[in-house]
């Protein structure tokens, strides 16, 4: 049985160590149109850092969520451009920077249900991480770093496009 990673509490009051965990493949995968192939590459881009810090060893999301957030703000970019072609630059940059932003990509997260997939460490989770703004940014950009490294930059648009309200 695997472990899920949701501290102390696991799911209904079950001990974390005794609950199975979904499979976040089989779930998140149909929702971002991708077919996620390397589970331990999924893995870790849901590993927020305060997991790693109590399970040394276990690789954390940042670096996955530093590549995410390069696709993300190149996705969105190429999308505004093609949409307003003629429209100044400085008109745009707010734009892209809204729909980048850590509260859009948590909005983004929270319609998939990326928090109930995320591994935390026993203290984000009492503090409610699977819900904070930040954590949830972070684990989509990872994803979406995911996504680019297993299947390029057109899976990346895709993923974006069925979570995007353009």
Known sequence: MELDGRG???VNGTPAALTA???PAGV???RLGHTFRDPALLQEALTHRSFT????????????ALLGDAV?????AERLLAAAPEEPVGM??????????G???ARWAGS????????LGRGEEQMGGRAKESVLATALEAVVGVIYLEAGLAAARGAVALLAVW
């Open 72 to 76: 993300l703000a190149l996705v969105v």
């Open 28 to 30: 998140l995968g149909p």
């Open 21 to 23: 965990a979904p499979d």
């Open 53 to 64: 810090n109590e399970n040394p060893g276990a690789p954390d999301n940042e670096r996955l």
């Open 103 to 105: 509260e859009n990509l």
């Open 92 to 101: 745009l940059t707010p734009r892209r920077a809204a729909l980048v932003s």
């Open 8 to 10: 102390p509490s696991g």
């Open 112 to 119: 998939l249900e990326l928090g109930a997939h995320l591994r």
